[in-house]
T-cell receptor, first 114, second 114 residues
Framework: EAQVTQNPRYLITVTGKKLTVTCSQNMNHEYMSWYRQDPGLGLRQIYYSMNVEVTDKGDVPEGYKVSRKEKRNFPLILESPSPNQTSLYFC?????????????FGPGTRLTVL | AQKITQTQPGMFVQEKEAVTLDCTYDTSDPSYGLFWYKQPSSGEMIFLIYQGSYDQQNATEGRYSLNFQKARKSANLVISASQLGDSAMYFCAMREDTGNQFYFGTGTSLTVIP
């Protein structure tokens, strides 16, 4: 089944404790992206990747890191999480070019930073 | 300036009636893609419909159609014959060919009344 998977689905952590949210897709998509969703703000892009080893900042990259060492995986790293990073996070992927192709979304990761 | 504007935070529609969800966008790029996604209360993001800036005809997918008015920079989603399962948040999104980022609106919450 074609899908984007994210782990964990739910995470409660404390300020400053490094964490990684994994994202994997099995559709051989070139484009991958991370979003955060906050009430009243819609989805905002954190980072995206056009292909392996090619990543770039979205609208809200502060406090996040990403890497794209393999085509299928695009982990999101929070080196020192803070309470303002409490949010619902989505990973998505699409064929290239993403302007003309739908994004497939993962199920979301609900993160709470205390 | 906001790239995507959805001015209707909440909408109600009677079952079996049609409803239009508004979306306006801001871009100077001649090449861009417009997307609509549905987010039910369960949280997943579901792709509904796509419109390319060079498409001559309005996109349609089953009960969903996109009223694309390029000169007015609007891309309204029309849902015909509303069903109870259409109750959800709806997000409009855009990607410019030159910009690489995706922009989402703040969403419209649709409630279908029996």
């Amino acid at each position: 089944e074609a899908q984007v998977t994210q782990n964990p689905r739910y995470l409660i952590t404390v300020t400053g404790k490094k964490l990684t949210v994994t994202c994997s897709q099995n559709m051989n998509h070139e484009y991958m992206s991370w979003y955060r969703q906050d009430p009243g703000l819609g989805l905002r892009q954190i980072y995206y990747s056009m292909n392996v080893e090619v990543t770039d900042k979205g609208d809200v990259p502060e406090g996040y890191k990403v890497s794209r060492k393999e085509k299928r995986n695009f982990p999101l790293i929070l080196e020192s999480p803070s309470p303002n990073q409490t949010s619902l996070y989505f990973c998505a992927s699409s064929l290239y070019p993403p302007t003309y192709n739908e994004q497939f979304f993962g199920p979301g990761t609900r993160l709470t930073v205390l | 300036a906001q790239k995507i504007t959805q001015t209707q935070p909440g909408m109600f529609v009677q079952e079996k009636e049609a409803v239009t969800l508004d979306c306006t966008y801001d871009t100077s790029d001649p090449s861009y893609g417009l997307f609509w996604y549905k987010q039910p209360s369960s949280g997943e993001m579901i792709f509904l419909i796509y419109q390319g800036s060079y498409d001559q005809q309005n996109a349609t997918e089953g009960r969903y159609s996109l009223n694309f008015q390029k000169a007015r920079k609007s891309a309204n989603l029309v849902i015909s014959a509303s069903q109870l399962g259409d109750s959800a948040m709806y997000f409009c999104a855009m990607r410019e060919d030159t910009g690489n980022q995706f922009y989402f609106g703040t969403g419209t919450s649709l409630t279908v009344i029996p």
